[in-house]
């Protein structure tokens, strides 16, 4: 995946980082909110996730979508790309590759969902934010 955008963080040496392509979702909410999930460690990530063998982007993103938070949702338009150098809960060094859209929601789906959605202020969940390139892909966005 050729990739372009910011560059956040920075390896470890000695530690090799695999790309990660992912695809992640930024639902601001009239009020200035904007969705979270909540992950195993406490902090917050943009709902989204890995792009699986055969689908772009895109299609990744409303699976995703689909999967951790039960909605469905139509693109308003793509914020870029960013990068950013992680040590996972796992202990894994993954280097994961975003690339971000904005995002509104449409229907709630049937079925389970992995997480529930957490609505914050940018402000007030930047000390909770697990990744960078999360807040950079926040600061894209014009309401």
């Not at 009239?30 to 969705?35: M, N």
């Not at 139509?74 to 994961?96: C, D, K, P, T």
């Amino acid at each position: 995946m050729s990739h372009k955008g910011p560059l956040f963080g920075n390896p470890r040496p000695g530690l090799t980082y695999p790309e990660r392509p992912g695809a992640y979702a930024v639902i601001p909410r009239r009020d200035g909110c904007f969705a979270f999930v909540r992950g195993i460690s406490g902090r917050l990530f943009l709902p989204g996730g890995g792009i699986e063998e055969g689908e772009t982007p895109e299609i990744a993103l409303f699976r995703e979508l689909a999967e951790e938070i039960g909605w469905s949702g139509r693109l308003v338009h793509s914020l870029g790309q960013a990068s950013e150098y992680v040590i996972a809960m796992s202990g894994n060094a993954l280097l994961v590759r975003g690339v971000y859209f904005q995002l509104d929601l449409i229907d709630r789906l049937p079925g389970p969902c992995e997480y529930e959605i957490v609505w914050k202020a940018p402000a007030a969940a930047a000390s909770e934010l697990a990744r960078r390139c999360d807040a950079w892909a926040i600061s894209q966005v014009r309401l």
